[in-house]
């Protein structure tokens, strides 16, 4: 039995792990944040990112949600083999679909936007399991 709250979030530990993880899942959200930025820590913004988590949660084998530190995950996010996130502010975040990165999104306003956009993805996920 898995100890994750949130069965949708995933932490790879290479650059070619979550390569892997972004080619092979419809939708990826990474969030890129640090233990020293305030913003990151803002109790608030974490307990509305843990909120969209639970609510896509049922989704977890089409969308993903990966948290990363950029000093701690520093080997995965500087590194450009396979994906080149260019963090240049954090909190960051980078929505992914089918195996592209089509949407960044920067500071801790951006909630509203990311949970617009996961539902979307969701109801075309709903839609073509309804069809099967």
């Not at 039995?1 to 949130?6: E, I």
């Not at 639970?54 to 590194?79: G, M, P, Q, T, W």
């Not at 949970?115 to 709903?126: F, G, P």
Request: with cysteine.
């Amino acid at each position: 039995m898995s100890t994750n709250t949130f069965p949708a979030r995933t932490h790879p530990k290479t650059p070619l792990e979550l390569a892997k993880i972004i080619k092979n899942t419809r939708c990826v959200l990474i969030k890129f944040g640090a233990s020293w930025c305030g913003p990151c820590q803002n109790r608030e913004f974490l307990n509305n990112l843990g909120l969209i988590e639970k609510e896509f949660a049922r989704y977890h084998k089409d969308i993903k949600i990966i948290i990363l530190d950029v000093d701690d995950d520093a080997e995965v996010v500087n590194s450009t083999e396979y994906y080149d996130f260019k963090i240049n502010s954090i909190p960051q975040f980078k929505f992914c679909f089918e195996g592209s990165i089509i949407k960044e999104y920067n500071g801790i306003h951006c909630l509203n936007e990311i949970l617009d956009n996961l539902t979307k993805v969701a109801s075309i996920i709903d839609a073509e399991n309804s069809n099967k």
